[in-house]
């Protein structure tokens, strides 16, 4: 089946430095939903992105869809202890595939 | 609004031993679907169902059962436990609407020793 790749698996940061993640298929998806997990917490969804190239803005946060609608990127400016959970991709409507996420750690 | 209730939240099973992890909606979603979580494997999807009578396999099926007879309940049945099948696991609905979200129940963290 269509897997959807993230990468990196896991990133450390010191607090005020910023933070990218990555996901790629090797196929063209129809859209691409971002999520955050808290440690210990559920999957909550973030925002979702469905044109060629599109990008939108939650604060400091910086979604992007590719050209070829193969991949997608997170970035977040300036990261903060608040930030700290692991970020993950997905696409579908109903039947989601998700990626194997980023975790997220962000050092004061 | 409690949106999607899972229960129980923790759970320890011994090898053999069946159980049933509820998964229950208050959104009227069509869509419900059970996936676990597995250290570095991210989310895979168990089961899922389009509607009331309607269910159908996803990506890991072996060794669970689901069925839906109303809209607001989807439970996952383990027939027979086994400690492959620790990991935590998460119930999710949406609308059905095109490109909607994924809502979350809160997970169930299984240990089968």
């Known amino acids: 089946g269509q897997q959807v790749m993230q990468i990196p698996q896991y990133q450390h940061v010191q607090e005020g430095e910023d933070f990218t993640t990555y996901c790629n298929s090797s196929t063209t998806l129809s859209n691409i939903q971002w999520y955050k997990q808290r440690p210990g917490g559920h999957p909550v969804f973030l925002i979702q992105l469905v044109k060629s190239g599109e990008v939108k803005k939650q604060k400091r946060l910086t979604f992007q869809f590719g050209e070829a609608k193969k991949n997608s990127s997170l970035h977040i400016t300036a990261t903060q202890t608040t930030d700290v959970g692991t970020y993950v991709c997905?696409?579908?409507?109903?039947?989601?595939?998700f990626g194997t996420g980023t975790r997220l750690k962000v050092l004061a | 609004n409690a949106g999607v209730t899972q229960t129980p939240k923790f759970q320890v099973l011994k090898t053999g031993q069946s159980m049933t992890l509820q998964c229950a909606q208050d959104?009227?979603?069509?869509?419900m679907s059970w996936y676990r979580q597995d250290p570095g494997m991210g989310l895979r999807l168990i089961h899922y169902?389009?509607?009331?009578?309607?269910?159908d396999q996803g990506e890991v099926p072996n060794g669970y059962n689901v069925s839906r007879s109303t809209t607001e309940d989807f439970p996952l049945r383990l027939l027979s436990a086994a400690p492959s099948q620790t990991s935590v696991y998460f119930c999710a609905s949406s609308s059905g609407d095109r490109y909607t979200e994924a809502f979350f129940g809160q997970g169930t963290r299984l240990t089968v020793v």
């Open positions: 959104m009227n979603h069509e869509y």
């Open positions: 169902s389009v509607g009331a009578g309607i269910t």
């Open positions: 997905a696409w579908g409507t109903y039947k989601y595939i």
